[in-house]
């Protein structure tokens, strides 16, 4: 018999995962690459291949084997770690995630999968009939809180949404610095670098490597605090959208301004992995 490239004897071999062991066929159990005999415990980590490598699981191991790469398991607790699964190259939990096209987890409460595109219920909208997603027509930016981080989160690897409306801008920057102006209920944030994704202005916003964000907050929305302010903003990039009631304006030669002056015409989302994807953007 074969195992693997190696023949080997049933009698008094056996062949785990391509891997020849001492151990009759008849007698033998496997566990990954490792072999047991029937009258002894299972262990509680096997090993088998993953891709290039190996990996570990069993019920004391906190891998996973995904797409041919090794994982590591986003608990140890085995109440948790029987609800992950792979997603992609990634894990996800079933109990609060789904996996979207096989390869984007994304939150069961707040997101959805449109012919395994994802999306946000609350500012995108699935057509079923094409299977494309689209920023929803009266996006109410208002009841956004920046301090709170009450912001929809997006995975920059996942496609963002089309834009309908051909009067849609689309900004991407890294927020560097950032202030609050509480008389003025208005937020500041140097975006630096950004790109505009797509642009449909009179002005042109896209003349130097830095962009001045400035956000008009409505009634409702609070940040009484700038390190909050701050601390929100750290480690993503922002995707801004809007269509209307839009200014770009040199505030000094070096760096145009962008106003949002009109909040139920503008979303933003807080992106995730930002870094590499903002330079994926600027190439």
């Not at 891709?51 to 004391?60: E, F, I, M």
């Not at 948790?80 to 789904?98: D, F, K, L, P, W």
């Not at 069961?108 to 500012?123: A, E, F, S, V």
């Amino acid at each position: 018999m074969v195992c693997g490239s190696r023949s080997y004897r049933p009698d008094t071999q056996c062949c785990c995962d391509r891997t020849v062991h001492s151990v009759p066929l008849k007698d033998c159990q496997c566990c990954g690459t490792q072999a047991y005999r029937r009258n002894e415990a299972k262990p509680d980590t096997c090993t088998a291949p993953c891709g290039t490598s190996t990996y570990h699981y069993g019920t004391q191991a906190t891998q996973l084997c995904c797409n041919g790469t090794t994982v590591v398991n986003l608990s140890t607790d085995l109440g948790i770690a029987r609800h992950q699964i792979c997603c992609g190259q990634r894990v996800m939990n079933t109990q609060t995630h789904e996996c979207c096209n096989d390869d984007f987890s994304i939150k069961q409460k707040d997101y959805g999968c449109c012919n395994k595109t994802p999306y946000h219920l609350d500012t995108m909208k699935c057509y079923w009939s094409t299977g494309t997603v689209h920023m929803r027509s009266r996006t109410n930016f208002s009841s956004q809180d920046f301090c709170d981080r009450n912001l929809p989160e997006w995975d920059t690897e996942m496609p963002l949404p089309s834009a309908r409306n051909t009067s849609m801008i689309h900004v991407r920057g890294l927020p560097q610095d950032c202030s609050l102006r509480v008389k003025s209920r208005q937020i500041e944030i140097v975006l630096y670098p950004f790109v505009v994704v797509n642009q449909h202005l009179d002005q042109d916003c896209d003349a130097s490597d830095t962009l001045l964000l400035v956000i008009k907050l409505q009634a409702n929305q609070t940040c009484s605090s700038e390190e909050k302010l701050k601390a929100s903003l750290h480690g993503v990039a922002l995707d801004i959208f809007t269509r209307k009631h839009v200014v770009c304006s040199k505030a000094s030669e070096d760096m145009p301004v962008l106003r949002l002056k009109d909040g139920k015409r503008a979303v933003i989302y807080l992106s995730k992995h930002a870094g590499s994807i903002l330079a994926k953007s600027l190439q």
